[in-house]
């Protein structure tokens, strides 16, 4: 996802640390058609170097980019920086328009995905007043894909799913499916999104919050979603402090109830957090306690189930909000079982 709009910035970083120049073709998606600017084709990233792309500059005024950066030769790493200065126009969704929030204000920082899947989970998620989610699926396939966007709240037994939102992507396209807009959606219930590629056509999927009064905190913030699950994760600067909260989200995506344990790294030793281990039946997802944390500690979550994990973090006052996906043990992934 991204934006060129009056008020935002749009920055793709490049940095290539190996000791060969890698050449790169850069294309977009946007909310009117492809763009292919032909400054960004067999673009050249130096050798141990970082490049940064002003996407503003070449695609401009547009609401929604979806970018595919494409490597001819060498190897890379992406990461997009957004920026919003709160004069962007207010976001407006629905059919009558009726769905508006105020002009987005913040930062947004996030590595680009390696990786194409067919189906992404998005452990957290919540909508409450002054708080606006959407869902950006791009398909850089060359056919149309078949997608449905699933909301399932916690406790499902509780709060039945709404039906699946379809989609049919086309192809080097993409689609934002706004949250607020969703007939019948619950607010201050917290969920978990599951995008599902029906066909078995890959595509990339991620979760963008918007938060402004009056809600707590303001800023924005963007999540990937996850195409795998694992038995365990590392989630870094967990615990709270006194500035800023942070959570861990957890969501058991498989048919059985999870077994789940913390512990806090204390150097190279665990110490375990009784208060953090949890029970998560199969389908339902749940926020750790993490009360017990020393401030900004590095936790591990452990399950017997494969999991998917993700963490958000902001600050008590001013802007400043952040979500972000655990990071999973190799050795402990497995793939998320693909939509049936």
């Known amino acids: 996802s991204g934006s060129s709009v009056r008020g935002s910035r749009y920055y793709l970083s490049l940095f290539n640390p190996f000791p060969d120049a890698a050449s790169v073709d850069i294309t977009f998606a946007t909310d009117s058609g492809p763009r292919t600017p032909v400054a960004l084709r067999s673009f050249s990233v130096p050798a141990r170097s970082v490049r940064v ?84 699926v791009f398909n850089p396939a060359r056919t149309d894909a078949q997608v449905d966007v699933v909301v399932s709240y916690q406790e499902p037994e509780r709060n039945p799913p709404l039906e699946p939102i379809e989609l049919t992507i086309r ?3 993409q689609a934002i499916v706004d949250l607020n807009a969703l007939s019948g959606i619950m607010f201050d219930t917290d969920l978990a999104i599951d995008v599902r590629s029906l066909e078995g056509e890959a595509v990339v999927a991620e979760r963008i919050s918007y938060f402004d009064e009056p809600a707590p905190r303001q800023g924005v913030a963007v999540a990937a979603g996850q195409p795998m699950a694992a038995t365990r994760w590392l989630v870094a600067q967990a615990g709270p402090t006194q500035s800023r909260t942070a959570t861990v989200q957890v969501f058991n995506p498989g048919p059985t109830d999870a077994q789940v344990t913390v ?46 994990v993700g963490s958000s973090m902001s600050l008590d006052s001013g802007e400043g909000i952040a979500l972000a996906p655990g990071f999973s043990f190799t050795d402990t992934v497995v793939a998320l079982p693909p939509y049936t």
């Open 171 to 173: 192809p080097k396209e």
């Open 263 to 308: 512990e806090q790294l204390d150097g190279a030793v665990g110490a375990e957090l009784p208060d953090a281990a949890i029970t998560i039946p199969a389908g339902d997802r749940r926020s750790l306690d993490l009360s017990g944390a020393a401030p900004a500690a590095t936790v591990i979550v452990s399950a017997d189930q494969p999991l998917v």
């Open 53 to 136: 792309v002003p996407v503003h500059e070449s695609v401009t005024d547009r609401s929604a980019i979806a970018t595919n950066v494409s490597v001819r030769s060498g190897r890379i790493t992406v990461d997009r920086v957004q920026t919003f200065d709160g004069t962007v126009e207010p976001i407006v969704a629905g059919d009558d328009g009726a769905v508006a929030s105020p002009a987005p204000r913040g930062l947004v920082s996030t590595p680009g995905s390696p990786v194409r899947a067919d189906r992404w989970v998005v452990p957290s998620g919540r909508l409450t007043d002054g708080v606006r989610t959407q869902v950006a």
